[in-house]
């Protein structure tokens, strides 16, 4: 099967749309899909699991036909759209690839957010997402919450659920030593080291989480948070602000000599970090969902994980077994589970036994195996 991943952003350039592509190209090149990747002119050029055309300057109304001209070109039998509106620029075009790719096009859904479009479009912005999910063959959602609310909406042909999986995986540098790896952070071996994992943007809470380092720096708390890789990312423009107001927050709580910012780092050392943390700490505001793979890579890296009770109950984490989940948006109930884990050095095995089970679960395998009978179950 001949199939393009059609996706806003690609390695080198930083974001989790184009890493969960890399992955997922290079998990159904191991399944023998012939893949292409289509994608930003500001992508690497290059053939490796996967043939990676960097075509499109900007997701314009011409780089539709760009789309379609490559497609037929490459005689590729279904098109695979990776939806972020950030990654596409909130722009409107991309919302009628299905209409004008000349083949069948599956959109996978990363999130819901509501697209800019352009000034005063008003109810046009949400519209503009059903639209896309009505018009595609086929729709790949990753969280329970999206499924539940397309499937409010109506009116899609096929729709199904499919998990990301890790973009990174616990493979540290050679060598790796954990005791002496939080020592050249800086980090003391009688410190709580808490690690962040992601860009800083306000969905994710990072302003919740300096407020509650905050409150365990005024107690004397030996802790100190690692925010690990780019700050910014290279498709939201939103991001710049949001992390402006991180840093603001955090000279004003008099922080720096608590907090360690690693800026962008290659995945392996991505893994010596959060291997190195004694928990990870990712206080959603929209609570956790396996949509976001920060939590997968905690997961997977046998972390024990604080994070926010999930808008929409997720049976597989278990609150003191495999997590531990906070209300969202309180920085005291992140100060009590901090503490908690602080004192208790067990539970903290505990969680991160289960952290690493539940992790197994998303192999990425298992995700192209799922999503290329979907691709295949597309007419």
């Given at each position: ?28 090149a191991k399944q023998g899909v012939e893949v292409h990747v289509i994608t930003s002119s500001r992508a ?336």
């Amino acid at each position: 099967m001949r199939v393009g991943l059609v996706t806003g952003e690609y390695p080198p350039m930083q974001g989790g749309v184009g890493d969960f592509s890399r992955m997922l190209g290079a998990a159904l090149a191991k399944q023998g899909v012939e893949v292409h990747v289509i994608t930003s002119s500001r992508a690497a050029n290059g053939r490796g699991t996967a043939a990676v055309h960097p075509v499109i300057r900007r997701w314009d109304w011409p780089a539709l036909l760009r789309v379609r001209r490559l497609a037929r070109h490459l005689r590729l039998e279904l098109l695979n759209l990776q939806y972020q509106a950030a990654a596409f620029g909130l722009g409107a075009p991309v919302h009628f690839l299905p209409r004008w790719a000349g083949c069948p096009t599956v959109a996978t859904f990363h999130d819901l957010r509501i697209p800019y479009l352009f000034p005063k479009a008003g109810r046009l912005r949400p519209a503009a997402v059903t639209f896309l999910a009505r018009s595609a063959a086929g729709v790949i959602v990753t969280d329970p919450a999206d499924e539940a609310e397309l499937r409010q909406r109506g009116g899609i042909h096929r729709l199904t659920q499919i998990p990301i999986g890790s973009n990174i995986t616990p493979a540290p540098p050679p060598g790796y030593q954990r005791a002496a790896w939080r020592a050249a952070l800086g980090v003391r071996s009688d410190e709580l080291l808490l690690g962040y994992f992601g860009f800083l943007n306000a969905s994710k809470g990072g302003d919740t989480l300096v407020s509650a380092l905050a409150i365990l720096a005024e107690r004397k708390a030996r802790v100190k948070l690692i925010l690990i890789g780019g700050r910014t990312g290279d498709s939201d423009a939103a991001n710049a602000e949001f992390d402006a107001q991180i840093q603001k927050r955090i000279a004003r709580y008099n922080l720096a000599e608590r907090v360690i910012r690693t800026g962008y780092v290659a995945p392996g050392e991505v893994s010596a970090h959060l291997l190195a943390c004694d928990a990870v700490v990712l206080p959603y505001r929209d609570g956790a969902s396996f949509r976001r793979g920060s939590l997968l890579a905690a997961l997977v890296h046998g972390c024990p994980v604080i994070s926010t009770e999930p808008a929409i109950a997720l049976p597989e984490l278990r609150d003191g077994e495999n997590i531990r989940l906070v209300p969202p948006g309180s920085a005291p109930a992140l100060v009590l589970a901090v503490t908690e884990l602080f004192d208790a050095p067990q539970l903290r095995a505990r969680l991160g036994r289960g952290a690493r089970v539940l992790g197994a679960r998303f192999s990425w395998d298992d995700i192209a195996a799922r999503t290329l009978a979907f691709y295949r179950s597309v007419p």
